[in-house]
């Protein structure tokens, strides 16, 4: 049931290639898979609701559609069409949840009771209204002194995962023989504060959504324990077990402890950091930060690997398992109705092409074009569905 959750090369361990140390400072790269399958999990765990008209995603909570009064007549009709045809709906949707017709769109708020959120379009791009938001697009920043050309924006760092004691509960560990264990968690925020004090002397103003390797929010696994047992139940497991066997246990993700611990350090991380971001921070940009790796094969009999590439991710690329929740479909109107998407993806493609310049790297190509759209010009650019770049309300580059 959840195993496909994972692309092949996800759950096995990692391989890496031969000096691993010094590859690691060379292309920046590594560790157990990373966002291959953040939201993965998502579409094929079926949440639990507080209460049975609520259709919302796992740990997410009723979405507040009047807020998007707000975005009244600040969009146009084509402009509306192409990011929903091209960016956030590639994958296609149910032909209730969104109508899109000439001088409105009606977004469907909730199935059972059959409430819709209508939308009226600007009749032409000078009559639009303004886009109501909290952080600034580079066109509205005060110009800037040539030494110091991000004087004024706000950059949030976001290490990806936690690294230190929790790096094997995360599965972003490894460890060659009895070598120093490589974490991802810890080599993130390691390339954060080496960055911190790069876009510093730049003139940016940097904060950190993550600067040691503490969680910010304060649940642990054991506060999900009820929940990871309705979670099974729910998902066909009638009788789930409290406990993981062992490593290689082939069921251990239908266990209360494998499915509470994600419940901890993905979703609700994830959504206290977004809530960090959304309500303290206040940033103009987000930059999240993986390290991804490929499958070792056996783990009794890891083999390196020389296989190398990068990516990075913008949101959108919605799954239609994904818009049938009715705060993921909330979520992508109010990110496409912000316009983030015209910030991050000419970022994106710059960030992109000065990587590419640097590592001499290939893109990375997803096996499937299942849960991505390749976007941009520089070919290394997909949009994706990732908690991080959803619940971030603001331009956000994954990276
Ligand atoms: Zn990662």
Same mark, same amino acid.
């Given at each position: 049931m959840m195993k496909e959750c994972r692309s092949p090369n996800d759950k096995v361990s990692p391989r890496f290639p031969r000096g691993a140390s010094d590859f690691v400072i060379r292309h920046l790269s590594l560790v157990r898979h $990373?966002?291959?399958?953040? $939201?993965a999990f998502l579409l094929l765990l079926i949440p639990v609701a507080l209460e049975a008209a609520d259709n919302v995603s796992v740990l997410g909570s009723k979405p507040k559609w009047d807020v998007l009064e707000h975005y009244q007549e600040t969009i146009t009709r084509d402009e509306f069409a192409h990011l929903i045809n091209d960016v956030y709906c590639t994958h296609g949707f149910a032909p209730d949840l969104i109508e899109v017709n000439t001088d409105t769109a009606r977004i469907l708020m909730n199935r059972e009771s059959q409430s819709f959120f209508t939308l009226r379009f600007a009749k032409s791009d000078s009559s639009r209204d303004p886009v109501p938001r909290l952080w600034h697009s580079a066109k509205s920043l005060p110009s800037a002194k040539p030494d110091?050309?991000?004087? $004024?924006? #706000?950059i949030a760092l976001d290490p990806g995962h936690l690294g230190g004691e929790w790096a094997k509960m995360e599965e972003r560990w490894f460890q060659v023989g009895s /070598? %120093? &264990?490589? %974490?991802?968690? =810890?080599?993130? @925020?390691?390339?954060?504060? @080496? @960055?911190?004090?790069?876009?510093r002397e730049l003139g940016a103003k940097v904060?950190?959504? #993550?600067?040691n390797n503490e969680p910010i929010t304060p649940k642990r696994p054991d506060d999900f324990r009820e929940l990871a047992r309705k979670i099974l139940i729910k998902n066909g497991v009638p009788q789930p077990r409290a406990d993981v066997l062992d490593p290689n246990d082939p069921e251990k993700e239908q266990t209360i #402890?494998? %499915?509470?611990e994600i419940l901890f350090y993905r979703y609700s991380e994830i959504r206290r950091r977004a809530a960090l971001v959304n309500f303290k921070l206040h940033p103009d940009l987000v930059l999240c930060l993986h390290f991804n790796a490929?499958?070792?094969? =056996? &783990?009794?009999? &890891?083999? @390196? /690997?020389d296989t190398n590439h990068f990516h990075l991710l913008v949101n959108g690329s919605f799954l239609q398992q994904e818009l049938e929740y009715d705060d993921e479909r909330f979520e992508m109107i109010r990110r496409l109705l912000s316009?983030?998407?015209d910030e991050e993806l000419p970022l994106a493609d710059a960030v992109a092409t000065a990587m590419a310049r640097e590592t001499q790297l290939p893109p990375y190509q997803y096996p499937t074009t299942n849960s991505t759209t390749k976007v941009g010009a520089s070919g290394y650019v997909y949009a994706r569905n990732l908690l991080a770049t959803r619940l971030? #309300?603001?331009p956000v580059v994954y990276c």
């Open positions: $990373s966002f291959i399958c953040h $939201s110091k050309p991000l004087s $004024s924006l #706000r /070598t %120093q &264990p490589v %974490q991802e968690g =810890d080599l993130a @925020l390691k390339v954060a504060r @080496l @960055l911190a004090a790069r876009l904060s950190f959504v #993550r600067n #402890r494998w %499915q509470s490929e499958g070792w094969g =056996d &783990p009794n009999n &890891p083999t @390196l /690997t316009r983030a998407y971030y #309300r603001c």
